[in-house]
């Protein structure tokens, strides 16, 4: 990577390689977590009582052996909670606990407070419910058969579909279902909530989101937002599920500390965690295309039936990024996309890595290979022939995408990279002689839109404090889960004021310093907190520089910052030096630093506008190899190159493209959720849903990342990260299902996602 900025001046730390902050402290067990944390004398814990079923009338509990059991100190029901029984983001649908109906099986009735985690947990399994039971909503299908939603339908789209699929050479129609995902964090849900003086509560919560986490606990205690501070140094992991879905047991973890004035502690063991805790939406896409002889799509129709859960949660902005990508990286004429967010008695889904457009995506790219299949043609030339292009730039939302040169570009370099036609040869060659194993090859594109579609989440803020022994004290909004953002961030306040990264104190997320924060999440990190941190820098550096010019007389353009000194004329000061002058001159040394996305606008009533500020790209090239008497397979090569702009840290970003990428790959693949007729979740544990394993990444694994700089004015002209590497997972299932077709020989590949070794079998078995 470059060691220069945009404008040709060197760089210390940005674009630099440098480890992750706490990677050693990672790997040796030292880094500190919520439930790593000291408990202050008292502490007490909480055990919730989950509901039996899945979808009832709730008449009472009776509470009297909880109460009596060793070592209770309080139980807690919707009666003691005394502002707003409710912990929904926006929609006031899903309350702390059950009051008179249950929604899904597991959901918190009543909360149990004791002197031990064991007492409260045995405690908590005493309670005895009335519950009239009535049959549940489990599926897409139950939902649909009872014109049950969590929100209103939704479409967008332009030109008239149905004249232009009638007019077409070609049409095909199919149904995709596409499975939800666990997070399968490392580190479970979990908050310790310490009471203070004149009803003042910090939290220490491992959240994506702690302001809003501060909200709803203030709304659930029923006290002003400045009464709360909620902090995280850092998550075990996020992926989403912490954006919204941590804030129940902050918020129970609350109430008990407000009941028994003694910090309260909640830390949900795994199977709790996976059953109480939303998913990926998984979805069911009905689609219908028309297309001409080259596989040039005229007309696109989707329907995304989305299984929302008990609430809406976060469904709104899911669904409709879902619809937003439904293109991925192709131009489509005339296209309507429509969505209904059904309501089922599971627990609410939530975000996950993509928020939605990976299932969107997922859809484009079977379309994509149902063309192909039907016209006897290569899947990647189908791709390539639907490209967004000069002339061909709009999307069906009626953005413009304005860099459609890169993708076409990055295609091609990785298809001569990865010598994918050849190996589409010899791919051929050996399915044609062997009976049993079958390879599959498939290159598919990413094209990932960035910023928030919320519009009013597209700011940050940050605090930057200078010492006077030249030290530097960050904060900001944002929240490191694993990701590195704490040390992108830091790279560029050490770049701004030329000194060791070292000298830069990475401190905990907190509310009491940086206030009415966004969540870290729709991969806007590093953008939004980078920006406002470098912004909130240049506000000192900028002060030093006047004192300079003040004291010494010299123009603004002399001066250089760089090597941990200050440069001006034929002098330097060392920039501790500068720093204690500039104190005793009495030269402000702390700043705020704001940065709002510019240029993005939505209107969800027209369906129109930009919502997002540039879009990320990227492509894969997976080949796999199946055995059609067993349907098991294997991950044999996957050559990913991937657009990053001008990384801020390579290493970190590679580390990111490679974990999205296996992410995804167990997404599409191994990771299969299970709901009985009950609505209870089977594959609650590590023992029924398995999430990829290190002997399932492929040996031959080649990433690399695109040379490119941002066309936008981002951080250093780099782009983001964090989601957009997930959706290069699709090509591991295209590529499977192009195996299933080699063992079918009928050009058929009736697969859904997941693609589990059971599903490939019945893909092929039913050709027999």
Not at 564 to 575: H, I, M, P, Q, T
Not at 681 to 704: C, W
Not at 706 to 712: D, M
Request: glycine residues 10%; proline residues 5%; charged residues 25%.
């Amino acid at each position: 990577m470059s060691g220069v900025s945009g404008d040709g001046s060197p760089l210390r730390h940005v674009h630099r390689p440098l480890p992750h902050d706490s990677g050693i402290r990672h790997v040796s067990g030292a880094a500190l977590y919520i439930d790593d944390i000291r408990e202050p004398d008292g502490t007490l814990h909480v055990a919730l009582g989950l509901s039996p079923v899945a979808r009832g009338r709730l008449s009472g509990v009776d509470l009297a052996a909880v109460h009596a059991a060793p070592g209770v100190v309080a139980v807690l029901t919707a009666a003691d909670v005394p502002g707003r029984n409710d912990i929904s983001p926006a929609n006031a649908d899903e309350p702390v606990f059950a009051k008179d109906e249950v929604l899904f099986h597991g959901q918190p009735v009543f909360a149990v407070v004791a002197t031990t985690r064991d007492a409260a947990r045995r405690a908590a399994r005493l309670a005895a419910f009335d519950i009239a039971e009535e049959a549940p909503s489990v599926t897409v299908e139950d939902a649909l058969a009872r014109r049950e939603t969590v929100l209103p339908d939704y479409a967008f789209g332009r030109g008239d579909v149905e004249a232009a699929l009638a007019d077409a050479p070609h049409r095909l129609e199919g149904v995709l279902r596409i499975g939800g995902q666990e997070h399968f964090y490392l580190e479970g849900q979990a908050a310790l909530a310490v009471p203070g003086e004149d009803g003042d509560m910090l939290v220490h919560s491992s959240t994506q989101h702690p302001s809003e986490v501060q909200h709803i606990v203030a709304r659930a205690l029923g006290i002003p937002d400045a009464f709360v501070t909620c902090e995280v140094r850092r998550m075990g992991g996020g992926f989403g599920g912490k954006e919204t879905q941590a804030t129940q047991w902050a918020v129970i973890a609350a109430l008990a500390a407000r009941a028994t004035g003694q910090p309260c502690k909640l830390r949900l063991d795994r199977d709790d965690d996976m059953a109480v805790t939303g998913k990926r939406h998984d979805m069911r896409a009905d689609w219908r295309v028309g297309f001409d002889d080259k596989g040039r799509i005229a007309a696109y129709d989707v329907t995304f039936n989305a299984r929302c859960g008990c609430s809406a949660d976060l469904s709104q902005g899911v669904v409709d990024r879902t619809m937003f990508h439904a293109d991925n990286a192709y131009f489509l004429p005339a296209v309507h996309i429509a969505s209904r967010r059904l309501k089922t008695n599971t627990v609410s889904n939530t975000a996950f890595r993509g928020f939605g457009g990976p299932q969107g995506m997922l859809a484009a790219e079977r379309v994509m290979d149902e063309i192909a299949a039907r016209l006897g043609r290569d899947p990647l030339d189908v791709r390539k022939a639907n490209f967004y292009a000069p002339g061909r730039d709009e999307t069906p939302y009626g953005q413009s995408v304005e860099d459609t040169d890169v993708l076409a570009a990055l295609v091609e370099q990785l298809e001569a990279e990865c010598d994918y036609r050849a190996r589409r040869a010899a791919i051929t060659a050996f399915n044609a002689r062997s009976p049993v194993l079958k390879k599959g090859l498939a290159l598919t594109p990413v094209k990932f839109g960035i910023s928030f579609t919320l519009t009013h989440l597209n700011q940050a803020g940050a605090l930057v404090h200078v010492y006077q022994d030249g030290s530097i004290h960050l904060n900001h909004g944002g929240t490191e889960m694993g990701q590195g953002l704490f040390i992108k961030v830091a790279q560029v306040v050490a770049e701004e004021f030329g000194v060791g990264i070292e000298r830069v104190r990475i401190t905990a997320t907190t509310t009491a310093k940086v206030p009415n924060t966004s969540p870290t999440a729709a991969s806007s990190g590093s953008d939004l907190n980078g920006m406002a941190a470098r912004i909130a820098a240049g506000t000192i550096r900028q002060r030093l520089v006047d004192f300079l010019c003040e004291i010494f007389d010299v123009a603004e353009g002399e001066i250089e910052f760089r090597d941990d000194r200050v440069f001006f004329g034929n002098e330097s000061l060392a920039f501790a030096e500068l720093v204690k002058k500039a104190y005793q001159a009495r030269i402000q040394l702390s700043a705020t630093g704001f940065y709002r996305t510019p240029k993005i606008h939505w209107d969800r009533a027209a369906g129109r506008g930009q919502p997002f500020f540039y879009f990320a790209y990227g492509a894969a090239c997976a080949e796999v190899t199946i055995d059609t008497m067993t349907g098991e397979y294997r991950l044999d090569r996957v050559d990913i190159l991937h657009d990053v702009g001008r990384s801020l840290n390579p290493a970190i970003d590679i580390g990111q493209i490679e974990g999205g990428f296996v992410q995804g790959m167990g997404w599409l693949t191994t990771e299969e959720l299970v709901f009985d007729g009950k609505g209870r979740l089977a594959t609650h544990a590590p023992s029924t849903y398995k999430i990829p394993v290190a002997s399932d990444v492929p040996a031959d694994f080649r990433v690399t990342l695109f040379p490119s700089a941002n066309r936008q004015p981002t951080i250093y002209r780099s782009k983001a990260v964090g989601e957009p590497p997930l959706m290069l997972a699709n090509s591991v299932f295209c590529a499977i299902s192009d195996a299933v077709r080699a063992a079918r020989g009928d050009g058929l590949a009736p697969l859904d996602a997941p693609a589990t070794p059971e599903a490939v079998l019945r893909a092929i078995v039913g050709a027999l």
